[in-house]
């Protein structure tokens, strides 16, 4: 066996660079992604995630460097059957049902449609399922993307911007989703700008500025590479605001809580010096550097140095 193997990265992508009239919209990325990861592509507009999409799809053809899907050629048989992508804006022929869609594109991947057509449920159109198209929401229809994408298990799914337009519980339906298809092996790439709500559903994140890969690391480790200060906020009486603030150093006082920054390195040394304060502590609020705060710390740092 050869790079076809399970062991294989589903995705490797070495050296790529893709320019249009002289400007580079991807410079020199390489990154590889494994089976079953969920990875979050971050990037200012314009930074150039489209464009790599395109790229591992074999939409577009990249100026220099590799990318193989499951060690295929973009573009090739065996990597476009192993591959689904759900690009921002889904569009279906009006006229046809959910159904008939569904059905249309399991013949199409050569799966049977009585397997694919349950996925209309977990996307929750179970009821729309013989309604026509036209009549769906945006949010239906993007839903209708996801079982489309869905269909005949695909190794590697490319999801761009998958949650844009969708109330609430559709998004959580749509990250329950990822993360079942996840465990079960298919490696998830999906571009957002959504940062709060990927926090907790990814297990890696790549930032992309200016066309260049400014980070690929799990958030915890970005978040200790940024250095970035954890915030703690004590929680106290008003008449113990001042001997609370002076026994932790010094910290902003506001009414009823006391505010200071420490480094993750210190955080256990600063919980116990709250915890030493006892009965004069009401509450204990510990606010880690969110995906925000790391994304605005590696897109300026790339800015600064181009
Ligand atoms: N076909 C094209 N011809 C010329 N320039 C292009 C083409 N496609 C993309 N670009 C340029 O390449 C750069 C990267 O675009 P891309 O669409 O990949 O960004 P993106 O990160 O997906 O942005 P967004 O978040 O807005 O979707 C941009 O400057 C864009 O204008």
Redesign the pocket.
Known sequence: MTETSLSAPTLRVDGVC?T??G?K??DDVSFSLNAGERVAML????????????IVLGF?KRDHGDVAVMGAAPGSHDARVGTAYLP?SVAFPASLTGKEVLTFYARLKGESPARALPLLERVGLAEAAKRRVGTYSKGMRQRLGLAQALVGRPRLILL??PTTGLDPISRQTVYELIGEIAGQGTTVLL?S?ALTELEARTDRILI?SK?RLVADDILSRLRAQAGLPIRLKVWTRPEDLAHVSESLGGGQMNGRSVEFNCNADDKVKALSAISALGNLVEDVDVHAPSLDDVYRYFSSSAGKEA
């Open positions: 893709k249009f009239s400007h919209a991807v990037g200012h507009n314009g930074a150039g995630k489209t464009t790599l999409f395109k577009l921002e761009d911007e571009s700008h992309l066309g």
